[in-house]
């Protein structure tokens, strides 16, 4: 039974997390008992406490290792059609082309972190994960990453007008609104207000 729900609900190579785990009539200690048989008997494969996933096999490279990125972005910031996360500080800056400084240390911000802030070891990896200062979910997360990259702007990069082009683009894309912008801001420090004047941002909003 086990065996076919993990088929049903995951693909090889992607992460399962032991407590997203619920059958109906199953206890959690049963379902931790035929997690170790499978795990034992190589259909699972034990990444780290708690969390498994199914061998993704290669003709060329034998059976495919998780990678840490993967692990902490289902941990921290999506899975199964939820979103609890975004990625933060120079690692948002980064991915959007607004800084080409690639920390060594990923940053995240998360409603699956309890402390402020916290260093967090996946596989061989450091990530640095924040508390979210609002609960994140799929309607604001959009708002919020920019919220958080308006936060400290200036710790970017030098080429202002290539960042406020980058940050516009973005706005226009997600089509984010002023009244979105007004509902979260509070959540963010002062300096924020001060980026949406500085950039000339108030006019982009939808």
């Known amino acids: 039974m086990l065996s076919e729900y993990i088929k049903e609900h995951y693909e090889p190579g992607e992460p399962i997390f032991l407590h997203d785990i619920k059958i109906d009539g199953v206890s959690d200690a049963n379902i931790r008992q035929r997690i170790g048989r499978l795990t034992a008997a190589g259909e699972l494969i034990r990444y780290e406490q708690g969390v498994y996933y199914m061998p993704k096999r290669s003709r060329l490279k ?6 840490p990125d993967t692990v ?3 941990k921290y910031i999506s899975r199964m059609g939820r979103i609890m996360g975004y990625y933060a500080g120079h690692t948002l800056a980064n991915k959007l082309g607004i800084s080409m400084q ?3 240390k990923e940053e995240i911000t998360s409603n ?5 802030v ?8 450091v990530y640095i994960v924040r508390k979210a200062p609002v609960e994140v979910n799929r309607d604001n997360h959009i708002v919020l990453q920019l919220l958080e990259l308006l936060k400290d702007i200036e710790e970017y990069g030098d080429d202002e007008q290539a960042a406020r082009q980058q940050i516009v683009d973005y706005i226009g894309r997600f089509q984010i609104t002023r009244e979105a912008v ?3 801001i509070i959540y963010f420090p002062l300096k924020v207000y001060k980026s949406i004047y500085e950039m000339r941002l108030e006019n982009v909003f939808a």
Request: charged share 20%; aromatic share 8%.
């Open 62 to 67: 034998g059976t495919a290792v998780l990678a």
């Open 72 to 74: 902490a972005r289902y």
């Open 102 to 104: 690639v920390p060594v």
């Open 112 to 116: 699956n972190m309890a402390a402020i």
């Open 118 to 125: 916290r260093e967090v070891s996946v596989g061989d990896r």
């Open 182 to 184: 007004d509902q979260y």
